[in-house]
């Protein structure tokens, strides 16, 4: 199914510990990014990606690192999980058509616990 | 960028029209609003989006005032299986890259 995969659904790390959140999508979109949800709280842009190979910073990028070397996935690496990390992290992709941008699809999201 | 504002709850009985405001006075002639939805705890579903024309799909309306300094999302019949949270969004732009800021949406929830 097309779609963005995320991987995995449910992750729990000791603090310091280090892991990279899987994201892939099959639908040769040019756009990707990473959010953030705390508990009762609205998503937080972490990194995007506008094409291979260019990622930018989004709104809460300390503490993680991203790549695009491929259109499919993006990956985010947590570089020393703290608890404050703790969340639910959706990835996203999109593109965008003669200039007129289309709307987000979103993966079912990684529930990551740091303790 | 743009930031919107919107109620932080409101309430629909179920079969009535539920309208969904939100205020995005700084926006730019060339920007988007989009909405979105999160039903519980997936991850969030696009609903529609518009530039200054009113727009309608099979989800629901949008209509986008004059001035584009606010909108409205219609869902003209709701169900119980739209109680979500609803996230109005201008798109960003920044040196030919864009991102999606998200708020912190309402959060509508549909009675029986």
């Known amino acids: 199914n097309a779609g963005v995969t995320q991987t995995p659904k449910f992750q729990v790390l000791k603090t310091g510990q280090s892991m990279t959140l899987q994201c892939a999508q099959d639908m040769n979109h040019e756009y990707m990014s990473w959010y953030r949800q705390d508990p009762g709280m609205g998503l937080r842009l972490i990194h995007y990606s506008v094409g291979a190979g260019i990622t930018d910073q989004g709104e809460v990028p300390n503490g993680y690192n991203v790549s695009r070397s491929t259109t499919e996935d993006f990956p985010l690496r947590l570089l020393s999980a703290a608890p404050s990390q703790t969340s639910v992290y959706f990835c996203?992709?999109?593109?965008?058509?003669?200039?007129?941008?289309?709307?987000?699809?979103f993966g079912s999201g990684t529930r990551l616990t740091v303790v | 960028d743009a930031k919107t504002t919107q109620p932080t709850s409101m309430d629909c009985a179920e079969g009535r029209a539920a309208n969904l405001p939100c205020n995005h006075s700084t926006i730019s002639g060339n920007e988007y609003v989009y909405w979105y939805r999160q039903i519980h705890s997936q991850g969030p579903q696009y609903i529609i989006h518009?530039?200054?024309n009113n727009e309608t799909n099979e989800m629901a309306s949008l209509i986008i005032t004059e001035d584009r300094k606010s909108s409205t999302l219609i869902l003209p019949h709701a169900t119980l299986r739209d109680t979500a949270v609803y996230y109005c969004?201008?798109?960003?732009?920044?040196?030919?890259?864009?991102?999606?800021?998200f708020g912190t949406g309402t959060r509508l929830k549909v009675l029986a």
């Open positions: 996203a992709s999109s593109y965008s058509d003669r200039g007129l941008n289309y709307g987000y699809t």
């Open positions: 969004i201008v798109r960003a732009t920044t040196s030919g890259t864009y991102k999606y800021i």
């Open positions: 518009g530039l200054k």
